[in-house]
């Protein structure tokens, strides 16, 4: 990602906020149509897909791919095609008028059309504990983390199929994994959940909630309240996984139409309720968030930018 100064009053035919499947997607698509194209990401190209050890269901690579390995191809792709990478976090926006103003850490940055593909963040619990050893035991990416946790306990705090996957992820280091999901079931789907109950590293703990994360210097129990009896327990950890959901990265814009929980409205062809504003990927209201989706996302809302601007 580049470093270059954001007061250079340039205009772009259109800027790209998040480098993640979508908007790396939308850049190379931009790019393309030699539209001039900014791509502004606080964090590593290729989003959290490079936090994943690895991508089995995108089209094209029979074997998987890494996903890092995956994020560095996007962005090597963008940038063939003459897109600007920039790092740096975005403040806020300003939608009103003909051209568009992003408001960084870094300065301002000016564009025709704007595409917001800035994904989502992990949700958390807001229990006594969390915030202390977030970081300190406590994450949000086995396979990031996972290898630190070797010959040790952990928890994996969810229901669904990340929490699966990554419980069967940390098996191959930690000595032994507790699932903890609030449900007597998993939401996961039937083929995760199979493999789950082969792995003898992995226990299920059903009908249960986190009370409270406990250590010292860093995390070495968590209190566990099953709602079916009201029982309280309290087990050793040397980790916690939080897999409980994604809240969406939209606080920094207003004026679009988002729903009750801040996913961006969109049109079929990812048009926003503001005219030359588009979103893409995980950011908005949709059935089915995957890399594949997201980057057909990222196309079409690239190609609407370009008819947009009379291309």
């Known amino acids: 990602m580049g470093s270059r100064s954001g007061k250079e009053e340039k205009t772009y ?16 698509y931009g790019g393309r149509a030699q539209m001039s194209t900014l791509v502004i990401e606080p964090r590593m190209a290729g989003g959290e897909i490079t936090l994943s050890d690895r991508l089995d269901n995108y089209p094209g690579f ?34 009103e008028g003909k051209i568009k103003k992003v408001i960084t850490s870094a300065g301002v940055f000016f564009g025709q059309t704007l595409i917001v593909a800035t994904g989502t963040v992990p949700r958390t619990l807001g229990v006594p504990g ?8 406590i994450s949000f990416c086995a396979t990031c983390d996972g290898p630190l946790f070797r010959e040790k306990t952990t928890v994996v705090i969810g ?7 990554e419980a069967l992820y940390l098996s191959r ?33 059903g009908n249960t909630i986190v009370k409270e994360f406990k250590g010292n210097q ?34 920094f814009i207003d004026g679009v139409e988002k729903d009750s929980q801040g996913y961006i409205i969109t ?11 588009f979103a893409a990927g995980d950011i908005r209201r949709k059935f089915l968030r995957q890399v594949v989706t997201a980057t057909a996302d990222g196309a079409i809302a690239a190609t609407m930018a370009l008819k947009y601007l009379g291309g």
Not at 130 to 137: I, L, V, Y
Not at 225 to 249: C, K, M
Not at 268 to 273: A, F, H, L, N, S
């Open 218 to 251: 860093k995390l070495e129990k968590v209190i566990l309240n099953n709602v079916a009896d009201d029982s309280i327990t309290e087990i050793s950890a040397d980790g916690a996984f939080l897999y409980i959901g994604r809240i969406p990265s939209s606080g």
């Open 13 to 28: 035919d259109m800027i790209v906020l998040g480098a993640g499947p979508a908007g790396l997607s939308a850049a190379i």
């Open 173 to 205: 280091f930690a000595t032994e994994v507790f699932l903890i999901h609030r449900r007597d079931t998993l939401r996961a789907v039937p083929y995760l959940q199979t493999k789950l109950t082969e792995n003898p590293k992995v226990t299920f703990l």
């Open 267 to 277: 049109s079929e062809e990812m048009e926003t309720t503001i005219p030359g504003v």
């Open 130 to 137: 969390e915030e202390s050893f977030t970081g300190r035991g």
């Open 62 to 95: 029979p074997e998987g791919i890494g996903g890092f390995e995956f994020g560095m191809l996007l962005e090597k792709q963008a940038a063939r095609f003459g897109a600007e990478m920039f790092s740096t976090f975005v403040e806020s926006v300003d939608t």
């Open 159 to 165: 229901g669904g199929d990340a929490a699966v996957e």
